[in-house]
């Protein structure tokens, strides 16, 4: 699909569009928020980007291998690197929009105290092992039961402190009550997810 859109093949360049558009639709959620008609405009920012990087040779095949920075093989699949773009384009939203920065999160903390540095996040193009990590945590959580995902989306990926969550789910009936839920869902998180992740390592 790569080699198709390189070489215009309009069947392939749609192709990889869908490949890539259910990806996303898919993983988004488990990686960043935001209103339904950014997450669209974040998708098509991110196609045309990945598309661009197609075009002026970022990433290209050479022997039926798909290789990117420094000439060297992606490190995971072609949907992870459009991943990692996707979180670049959400992370130039924020900075164009900073009022949706949540000053509980890290990522908030920092953009609304230090701006935001593109380059910080350029590495997440090339599809590395620590973004192929992040893909199989983020994948992890959301196939968990419901509140798992709800616990741990709220405390990781939005940064909101235990007390606030408690607000959030009242079914929940104390602070300690969320303690053990979250420990049970971190337990089977990292359980799933280190499975997942060293039977990738063995197959690459």
């Not at 990686?31 to 098509?44: G, K, L, N, T």
């Not at 996707?86 to 990522?107: G, I, N, Q």
């Not at 007390?163 to 089977?188: F, G, H, Q, V, W």
Request: charge should be negative; proline fraction near 3%.
């Amino acid at each position: 699909m790569v080699a198709g859109m390189y070489n215009g093949d309009r069947l392939l360049q749609y192709k990889l569009y869908e490949y890539c558009y259910r990806y996303y639709y898919e993983k988004y959620r488990s990686i960043f928020y935001a209103p339904e008609d950014a997450v669209a405009d974040i998708f098509q920012d991110s196609f045309i980007q990945f598309w661009e990087n197609i075009e002026c040779g970022k990433i290209y095949v050479e022997d039926d291998v798909v290789k990117g920075k420094d000439g060297k093989p992606l490190c995971g699949s072609i949907r992870t690197y459009f991943m990692g773009i996707a979180r670049l384009k959400y992370l130039e939203w924020v900075r164009e929009h900073p009022f949706s920065a949540d000053p509980e999160t890290e990522m908030g903390k920092k953009i609304k105290s230090n701006g935001f540095d593109e380059q910080e996040y350029l590495e997440m193009t090339y599809g590395d092992s620590d973004n192929i990590k992040l893909e199989i945590i983020a994948g992890v959580i959301s196939r968990m039961p419901a509140r798992c995902y709800e616990i741990l989306t709220k405390f990781y990926y939005e940064g909101k402190d235990l007390d606030k969550i408690l607000k959030e789910i009242p079914s929940i009936e104390s602070k300690n009550a969320l303690k053990t839920r979250k420990y049970k869902c971190m337990e089977n998180l990292r359980e799933v997810a280190n499975d997942t992740y060293n039977r990738y390592i063995k197959d690459i």
